[in-house]
């Protein structure tokens, strides 16, 4: 029995939400395609969840579309969308053990006993958890009762698949794990899904597209690589992979930072700015005597593949991030002067002080 | 724009029927005060009076019985201290794989119904005992155990005992200066939850009294009853009051928490 | 490695006896220091509980001359005692049941109302209410319905008289209505808890699955809610079926009880030689309560495995 189907088309059209004072979602424009595993990225606040519960259909809109393989579902209650969700924490029924729990959107659906049994458990086979199949939530770990949870939203064959940051709430290694596996099942059963969470490496390892939202608006939508390579906003490229601020000046055109002089790629302008630059971005070279680039190592973190240098500068008073392989890094012990050169084309700015 | 709905299978609401419930509520457990506070000052002819009060002050009786009733709450008040609290931290500290037993035991008095355990005194106890209060006052220490144990506790489950136990002996404190400056602060609150149960028990306590026929507060106020109900009315209106004061006085020397009050009613 | 091994013996057995038996003694001696602490509470306990209770049990079983009997049992459950338990057990019965059920919707209702502040009132008052009991109570609602009680007298005024039909504050429907007073709160106490841990997700959950608000009552909602609630109506059956001064102050032998027909052979009310008569009825409460408290205890212990996080 083939568990995989096509996905559906999602369509979110001019969503808003507000909840009294406080704009949710600003008008979010959002197509996830066929099949795709679209991820909606920001900090708490932003709305990535606000989106996935109008959605899914547990909230309103205050006005805007919902439409789903061309079917306008904007009023139509969230028990009938046939969309599986799978939520931070706690949502197995507690009465009930795995089998039952992941039966259960069949149970309602008047599918009979024999039938949805099998279905249930050929899902648990599916997360890995054939053994747990007859025990309870609370005698299961974090892990195990979102695998659970996952079974169950694809019991249904949902149009759609919601994930409400689901890995928060775990451990960090079983939250690695766990997203390799999710991701893995996705593709294989081919389900639309939109996957909300604050966590950005997740969202990058896992997504199709990644979407970073702040205040209810979509910042920018594209390919991870693409996000994180080119940010179109301070703001994204803050949020995404780690990004040194280090104070900068703005003249004529081009960013003046570290005794360099760089194209200016768009962001704030005006005075008491900071330069955004990856720590991938600056190479460091061991320096003799001082000027405008050169810092002081304060500390080396060995990372496995890179190493991390933390350097300062007099100049900029700030701690700047350099990441280089581990192969280079033994001739910058902590108290090594070093040159620093910044190797990127262009630099965002930033208010310095806006976090 | 269009505002459709969707459903209300998302949160539930509370309609008509909560506020009706709430003032029904309200009066069940008002009116009964009310009316106890009016029967006692009232006169018959629309004036208001407080002879009654006054009547009961005055009788001989009640300072007997609310002097009894005071040595009783001294005395159960001590057996909170002196036995429930080192017992309870001791059993936090050293001696956790006995918690189950000791819970079960202190749940005993709840499974036994206080007409037994009265029974049961009257037919195990030597006559000496039994011509003492302080067998009174013993009993009561069991029979508070119950809401005693729970309310020490519970505090002193909120305080992690054993890593604090563990800090405070390791910065080099001896045991008695641990349990001075570190575990007594904290359970605190605890300590008064249990000793305002034990009181409200105690001033409260009718079976065990009666049945041992030892004259305190309740067992007078039932006595005064029979023949005086306005004057029992007024005894009853004014331990009640002195209840609630207990607890205002109590949740004042608490600050901000809760006191938390347990099961109870016999 | 064995070499070491060996070595190990010898230096132990050089410094006197082998390690085994010491550290078995050591052990002992550490586990009697540990519970040492609690002999007080155990000699208490023992004492003031178990000596009276012990007594009751064994003293049901004797007869006046000290012989072993089952005669106190026989009567007891005999034609004139008989009517107390059930008496008992009826008045228990229905004070649960009223309390349950109203103290539920209060709970419920609460629960679900958000209302911060509401919360916190009834929770505190719960409290209160809960040990307001025994002698005052009864006052309280003489004063209040009692043959001159104010309310009485304010609807005998508007032509009501509530004491025209079967009801009366001196018998058992009376009884109920008072026990009510303490029944709620303790209703609202044990199972605001259960019902607040009922979390959003599981009913967001269920209808995300695609279910109706009864689906999710039936085969969610009540299914949780049950040992809770059966647990809670075991607690307050207990309550009521033991209760004494309430019932003593408002009936005292008027209606059969059988805590106070217990109080009253005690007293010295009836038969002279029937006093282990007393023991007897005795063990019937204790067991009663017994069965009863442990099942509540057993589905208290369930609901909270639930809501342990």
């Known amino acids: 029995m083939s568990l995989a189907k096509q996905g559906s088309l999602v369509e979110l059209s001019n969503l808003v939400r507000r909840f009294g004072e406080v704009t949710a979602l600003d008008g979010l424009n959002l197509t996830i395609q066929p099949g795709e595993l679209v991820a909606l990225l920001g900090p708490s606040g932003c709305g990535k969840t606000t989106a996935l519960r109008l959605l899914a259909g547990l909230d309103l809109a205050d006005s805007g579309k919902v439409i789903v393989d061309g079917k306008d579902l904007t009023s139509v209650p969230a028990s009938q969308r046939d969309m599986g969700m799978v939520f931070q924490a706690y949502s197995l029924f507690p009465n009930m053990t795995a089998v039952e729990n992941v039966s259960f959107g069949l149970k309602v659906r008047g599918v009979d006993t024999e039938t949805r049994l099998k279905k249930a458990n050929e899902l648990l086979d599916l997360v890995g958890l054939t053994t747990q199949a007859n025990r309870y939530s609370h005698q299961m770990s974090g892990g195990q009762q979102q695998r659970v949870a996952l079974a169950r939203a694809l019991a249904i064959e949902p149009k759609v698949l919601l994930l409400d940051e689901p890995l928060s709430a775990l451990d960090a290694k079983v ?37 970073v939202m702040s205040h ?91 190493t991390r240098l933390t350097v300062t500068t007099s100049e900029t008073k700030t701690n700047i991030h350099v990441d280089l392989p581990s ?29 | 724009m269009s505002k459709v709905k969707v459903g209300s299978t998302i949160t539930p609401k509370p309609g008509v029927g909560l506020n009706t419930w709430l003032i029904v509520g309200l009066l069940f457990f008002t009116v009964p005060i009310v009316s106890a506070a009016l029967f006692s000052v009232q006169v018959g002819d629309g004036t208001y009076t407080l002879t009654a009060y006054s009547r009961m002050i005055t009788d001989p009786g009640l300072s007997v019985a609310l002097w009894l009733s005071t040595k009783l709450v001294f005395m159960t008040v001590g057996i909170v201290l002196l036995l429930m609290v080192p017992t309870v931290t001791w059993l936090h500290i050293r001696a956790q794989k006995a918690k189950r037993t000791v819970e079960f035991i202190t749940l005993l008095p709840l499974i036994i119904p206080p007409v037994v355990t009265a029974l049961g005194l009257l037919s195990s106890m030597p006559s000496f005992l039994k011509e003492s209060p302080y067998l009174l006052g013993f009993a009561y220490g069991a029979l508070t155990m119950p809401y005693t144990y729970r309310a020490l506790d519970a505090g002193l489950n909120s305080i992690d005992v054993r890593t604090l136990v563990d800090a405070g002996r390791g910065l080099g ?18 300590i008064f939850g249990a000793i305002f149960l034990a009181v409200a028990l105690v001033l409260g306590e009718f079976v065990v009294s009666s049945l041992l026929i030892w004259n305190t507060l309740p067992v007078w106020m039932a006595l005064v009853g029979m023949s005086d109900a306005e004057g029992a009315v007024a005894i009853s209106v004014m331990s009640l009051l002195f209840v609630w004061l207990l607890l205002m006085v109590l949740s004042l020397l608490d600050g901000s928490r809760k006191v938390k009050i347990n099961v109870g009613g016999v | 490695m064995t070499d070491i091994k060996s070595q190990n013996v010898v230096a132990a057995q050089k410094m006197g006896g082998d390690n085994r038996y010491k550290s078995n003694n050591v052990e002992l001696r550490k586990l009697f220091f540990d519970y040492s602490g609690l002999i007080p509470f155990f000699l208490f306990a023992a004492i003031f509980i178990g000596l009276p209770t012990g007594s009751v049990i064994v003293n049901a079983f004797r007869g006046n001359s000290n012989e072993w009997t089952f005669e106190n049992l026989r009567v007891a459950f005999g034609d004139i005692y008989f009517t107390s338990l059930t008496g008992s057990i009826q008045l228990g019965f229905t004070s649960a049941l009223t309390g349950a059920v109203t103290g ?56 009501i008289d509530i004491y025209s039909g079967n009801f009366t504050l001196f018998g058992f429907s009376g009884l109920v209505l008072v026990y009510l007073y303490f029944q709620i709160p303790l209703m609202v106490i044990v199972t605001y808890p259960a019902i607040e841990g009922i979390k959003n997700e599981w009913r967001e959950a269920a209808v995300n699955l695609g279910a109706t608000k009864s689906m999710y009552w039936r ?82 212990r369930k609901t909270s495995r639930w809501r342990k996080r």
């Open chain 3, 104 to 159: 539920l919707a209060i709970s419920y209702g609460v629960a679900i109302s958000g209302k911060k502040k509401l919360q916190r009132v009834v929770a505190t008052a719960s409290g209160v209410f809960a040990n307001t009991g025994g002698v005052p109570l009864a006052f309280f609602f003489i004063a209040a319905i009692g043959n001159y009680g104010l309310v009485t007298i304010a609807l005998q005024k508007i032509g």
């Open chain 2, 173 to 190: 404190a001896s045991w008695k200066q641990v349990f001075s400056s570190v575990i007594a602060p904290n359970i605190k609150s605890a």
């Open chain 1, 216 to 306: 209810g608006k979509l910042e920018q939508i594209d390919r991870p690589n693409i996000v994180y390579s080119n940010p179109t906003s301070a703001f994204v490229a803050s949020f995404v992979g780690a990004m040194n601020r280090i104070p900068a000046k703005l003249d004529a055109g081009k960013v003046s930072v570290l005794g360099q002089s760089v194209k200016h790629g768009g962001g704030a302008s005006g005075s008491d700015l900071v330069a955004l630059i990856r720590p991938e971005s600056i190479s460091v070279s061991v320096a003799k005597t001082s000027s405008a680039n050169t810092g002081l190592v304060l500390a080396r973190s060995f990372l496995g593949p890179q």
């Open chain 1, 175 to 211: 939250r690695t794990q766990l997203r390799d596996e999710i991701r893995r099942i996705q593709i294989e059963v081919g389900t639309t899904t939109l996957f909300v969470t604050h966590d950005q490496e997740e969202a990058m390892a896992m997504a199709d597209r990644v979407g």
């Open chain 3, 219 to 300: 085969y969610i909602g009540i299914p949780i809610l049950t040992p809770a609630f059966t647990g809670a109506f075991l607690l307050l059956f207990a309550n009521a079926f033991a209760a004494y001064a309430t019932a003593n102050v408002l009936t005292s032998g008027t209606i059969p009880l059988l805590p106070i027909q217990i109080g009253s052979l005690v007293n010295g009310n009836v038969v002279a030689d029937q006093t282990n008569v007393g023991m007897a009825m005795g063990l019937e409460m204790i067991i009663v309560v017994a069965v009863t408290m442990g099942g509540y205890i057993y589905l208290d």
């Open chain 1, 327 to 355: 192969s280079e890094a033994g001739a910058f012990a902590p108290g090594t002067t070093v040159g620093l050169k910044v190797e990127a084309d262009s630099l965002l700015t930033d208010y310095h002080g806006k976090n």
